[in-house]
Structure formats: C-alpha cells, structure tokens
C-alpha cells in the first residue's frame, strides 16, 4: 500500500553529466506526472503519462529531458548533459485515471548541479 | 491550453486572522478544481477538491473554497488560522477529459505565532 516512490532522494551530480530519476507510481494508477520544483518557483510541468496514450511532453524545457514509462508503470526521468539551471526538486505524481482524480505525489528527488 | 493564477505569492498573517488564498483558472469547459498543500519538508497532498455539485466545498484542517464558475475563480478560506498553517498552497485545475492536472505558481502563507 505505500505511495509514490522516487529515487534517489537527493542527486549531487556535475555540470554536464546525465542523470537518470526514477518514479514508482501507486500501483494500478494510469497517469503519471513530472514536475519541477525550483527555488521560488512554482510547480513547473514537465510531463504526463496517461495509460497507453502519447505522452504530453510539452512540458519538457528542451531536448536535454526526456522520460520514459515502461509498462505502464515505473517512469525514468532523464536529463543529458546537465546544466546548473537544471538544480530543481524533481516530483513525480500519480492518479487513479488522470486529471479528473486526485493526483498523489512522491517526495521528491533534490537534483544539485555543481 | 488552461492556466492557472495565484495571484498572493506570499502571505503573512499572525494567528487567529482570516485566510483567503486567490485561484483563477481559464478554461471554458468543465474543470476539476484542486487546492493542495506542502508544509516545510514534506510532501505535496490534497487539501481539498471541487468535481461537482455544491460549490462551497469543505476540506481538511477547517480549510474550505468556493467555486465561482462565473468568475473562473476557486479561492481558498479559512476563518482563523493557526502557526501549523504555515505551508506553500497550490490551487490546480484538470478537465473532465482526464487531462493533465496544471498548478497555479503557488502562495507562501507564514503565520505567526
């Protein structure tokens, strides 16, 4: 019965290295989001996972992210050649049918780019 | 595309004070209206939502909002709050066609003790 799970919790990594986060959504849930969180900022979208439709990617902020979602399940966020706007609290989030549900989210990965 | 708008991105208000926390959203059609609270290290979770029905809406913690079609707004209220208030709120909105769920930038509520 546990919740959203990501990993790892925080990631220190260096300029221009690739980074790889992960998503564990509650099981049997069909949507599954990214967002970003910055200092200050608000939620930023990223993207959105719905069963086996297309995902809307037109969250991502340019061609250095990507993500994937196998099986309709767990979900790798990957970022290449990382910059240090790229520092941010990364958070997953999944609901039973997508957007006309409540969304419950993970704790969130803290990614530091040094 | 819809949107939404906090516009308080931060609030200081000392115990016992009225709360109202602004949310308008644009979309034309029909929206599920979200309002989610993180106090300081933790996660994200459901303060209260609108889907249909009575529009004042009750959640927890005594927090309640009110959806206002006419005026694309669903504000968060509370009539005293206290220091454990103290959080970032999001207010969100999805569509009924089980689209993706967009956030407001978020308001900073510091209530002191």
């Known amino acids: 019965g546990a919740g959203v799970s990501q990993s790892p919790s925080n990631k220190v990594t260096e300029k221009g290295k690739d980074v790889e986060l992960r998503c564990d959504p509650i099981?049997?849930?069909?949507?599954l989001y990214w967002y970003r969180q910055s200092l200050g900022q608000g939620l930023e979208f990223l993207i959105y996972?719905?069963?086996?439709?297309?995902?809307?990617k037109s969250g991502l902020p340019s061609d250095r992210f990507s993500a994937e979602r196998t099986g309709g399940s767990v979900s790798t966020l990957t970022i290449q050649r990382t910059q240090q706007e790229d520092s941010a609290v990364y958070l997953c989030?999944?609901?039973?049918?997508?957007?006309?549900?409540?969304?419950?989210f993970g704790q969130g990965t803290r990614l530091t780019v040094v | 595309a819809q949107s939404v708008s906090q516009h308080n991105h931060h609030v200081i208000l000392s115990e016992a004070a009225s709360l109202e926390l602004g949310c308008n959203y644009s979309?034309?059609?029909?929206?599920?209206l979200f309002w989610y609270v993180q106090y300081p290290g933790q996660h994200l979770q459901l303060l209260l939502k609108?889907?249909?029905?009575?529009?004042l809406v009750k959640g927890i913690k005594g927090f309640e909002a009110e959806f206002i079609k006419s005026k694309f707004s669903f504000n968060l209220r509370k009539p005293s709050v206290q220091w454990s208030d103290t959080a970032e709120y999001f207010c969100?909105?999805?569509?009924?066609?089980?689209?993706?769920?967009?956030f407001g930038g978020g308001t900073r509520l510091m209530v002191k003790p």
């Open positions: 989030a999944s609901s039973p049918t997508g957007g006309n549900t409540e969304a419950f």
């Open positions: 099981s049997g849930h069909t949507a």
């Open positions: 996972f719905q069963g086996n439709s297309a995902p809307d």
């Open positions: 979309y034309g059609g029909t929206v599920n």
């Open positions: 609108y889907f249909s029905g009575d529009p």
């Open positions: 969100a909105v999805s569509n009924n066609a089980g689209n993706m769920l967009t």
